[in-house]
């Protein structure tokens, strides 16, 4: 993606492109910019006077964000303390899902697959839900009810969750492993959609585009599998769309520096 002039980037919250509309992207609410601010910046905690000059960016008046922060702090997706405003225990562990899916901790993959069997007895409809969570947090696929799998290629820690209903095994699939992925996972229509938000974040210039488009490219890269390159299909794009969302990242914290945090 070619280096953006922030300067001449619109902040008027009214042009978004019809892009927008065919990829299905919600437009920006005080909760998603306020949300979407706080899970970009280490350590995620900002005075709420910085959050009310990054709504004013998009447009959205300082009430509307004042209302949203004191509504997220009643909802247990923020905490205040002394004016300023930090994610919450379970959005902090968000943060952490999205750092490594822009950074993903692989290990190089012999063409084993770990394999997790569920062996607990009668759970609680909450206890279950849960644990389907947790198994794709971790980029498990489930081959059937209470056996979920995937190649043996990253660096991770289980939650207790799934330690306590789970027992984990390493093996090699009998079929060809590329066929098993395909399976498992619609690597066609993730692949379509990383190519489309790619195309569309590179033809965005206002800044509230272009903003909705990267947080909707970082939860798409949140949906990535993160296989082995030997197991994807050819021009997989999830580097090329990790690029664009650095790139992203770095004009922002320029908007930030510059407009927000003096």
């Given at each position: 993606?070619?280096?953006?002039?922030?300067?001449?980037?619109?902040?008027?919250?009214?042009?978004?492109?019809?892009?927008?509309?065919?990829?299905?992207?919600?437009?920006?609410?005080?909760?998603?910019?306020?949300?979407?601010?706080?899970l970009g910046v280490h350590p995620p905690r900002l005075p709420a006077r910085y959050l009310v000059r990054v709504g004013d960016l998009f447009g959205i008046a300082e009430g509307t964000i004042r209302v949203a922060l004191s509504r997220?702090?009643?909802?247990?997706?923020?905490?205040?303390?002394?004016?300023?405003?930090?994610?919450?225990?379970?959005?902090?562990?968000?943060?952490?899902?999205?750092?490594?899916?822009?950074?993903?901790?692989?290990?190089?993959?012999?063409?084993?697959?770990?394999i997790a069997v569920i062996t607990a007895e009668r759970r609680p409809a909450g206890e279950r839900a849960a644990l389907r969570q947790a198994m794709s947090a971790l980029r498990l696929a489930e081959l059937r009810e209470g056996t979920w799998l995937r190649p043996f290629n990253l660096t991770r820690s289980r939650p207790d969750i799934v330690d306590r209903q789970c027992?984990?095994?390493?093996?090699?699939?009998?079929?060809?492993?590329?066929?098993?992925?395909?399976?498992?996972?619609?690597?066609?229509a993730w692949a379509a959609k990383a190519r489309s938000l790619g195309t569309?974040?590179?033809?965005?210039t206002a800044i509230a585009e272009r903003f909705t488009l990267a947080a909707a490219v970082l939860r798409h890269l949140m949906n990535d599998p993160l296989?082995?390159?030997?197991?994807?299909?050819?021009?997989?794009?999830?580097?090329?769309?990790r690029a664009q969302y650095e790139q992203f990242e770095r004009e922002f914290e320029q908007l930030l520096t510059e407009h927000v945090l003096t």
């Open positions: 993606m070619e280096d953006c002039n922030l300067g001449s980037l619109s902040t008027d919250p009214d042009k978004v492109s019809t892009s927008m509309e065919s990829l299905e992207i919600r437009p920006l609410t005080a909760r998603s910019v306020v949300l979407s601010t706080l997220m702090v009643n909802s247990g997706d923020l905490v205040q303390s002394g004016g300023s405003y930090s994610l919450s225990e379970r959005l902090l562990e968000r943060q952490a899902r999205q750092d490594e899916s822009r950074l993903p901790p692989a290990l190089p993959w012999d063409g084993t697959w770990e027992t984990f095994l390493r093996g090699r699939p009998e079929e060809e492993p590329a066929a098993l992925a395909a399976d498992l996972w619609n690597l066609d569309s974040l590179t033809e965005a296989l082995p390159a030997e197991l994807l299909p050819a021009e997989w794009p999830g580097p090329a769309l």
